[in-house]
Structure formats: C-alpha cells, structure tokens
C-alpha cells in the first residue's frame, strides 16, 4: 500500500511560479510511474504530466506543455511538479498519482493511488 501526500500549493499572481511536492511512502516508489492530476470546481480530474520509474521519459498534456516541469527524486521517494508562467485557468486542486503497471499516464483509471490534493490558486 503506497500513501502519497501532496504539499507545495498556495495563492500566487499569474505569471508566478510553484514547486509542488508529492512524498510517498509505504511501497517501492522506484517501481511506479506517477502522474500528476488537477481538478478546477463543477470539472471532471485531468492530465496534467507523468514520468516513468525512471524519470528517463515524461509526458505533459497540451495545456501545460513548455511551462510545467515533472521530475522525481527516487532516493527521496518525492515526485515534482515545477510550475512556472501560472495562469488563472490552472487554479485547481492539484493530485499525484501512483501506478505499477506501465499503462496509460493520461486516465485515472490507469493509477492504483492517489494522494489527497493541494490547492493552487492562481490570481489574476
């Protein structure tokens, strides 16, 4: 059982910068792909980056592409998300993921754990 704790949100201006978190714990962290979700109020959870156990590939949906960085630490068993050129349309709550079998990064479906959110908040 991997439990996964999200830290790093806040409120910041458009155009700023966050550097999100995820710690796991409980599992081998080197043997699962993670991802990284968001979910804005009233709008179903979506893609936003995910990195292979080795962080040797990585995957971004359009929407952030060029301005989020996903990278991992294996020694730390932390997962990141870089942040950078915020905008107000990426004020959600942000979700890391975990999956063992090498399946699709982009579904939900796709992760067996899930870590609790953190709120980013994005002002204009």
């Known amino acids: 059982q991997v439990q996964l704790v999200e830290s790093g949100g806040g409120l910041v201006q458009a155009g700023g910068s966050l550097r999100l978190s995820c710690a796991a714990s409980?599992?081998?962290?080197?043997?699962?792909?993670m991802g990284w979700f968001r979910q804005a109020p009233g709008k179903e959870r979506e893609f936003v980056g995910g990195?292979?156990?080795?962080?040797?590939?990585?995957y971004y949906a359009d929407s952030v592409k060029g301005r989020f960085t996903i990278s991992r630490d294996n020694a730390k068993n932390t997962v990141y998300l870089q942040m950078n050129s915020l905008k107000p349309e990426d004020t959600a709550v942000y979700y890391c993921?975990?999956?063992?079998?090498?399946?699709?990064?982009?579904?939900?479906?796709?992760?067996?754990?899930w870590g609790q959110g953190t709120q980013v908040t994005v002002s204009s």
């Open positions: 990195i292979s156990w080795s962080g040797r590939n990585t």
């Open positions: 409980g599992g081998t962290f080197s043997s699962y792909h």
């Open positions: 993921a975990a999956q063992y079998a090498s399946g699709s990064y982009y579904y939900t479906q796709a992760y067996d754990y």
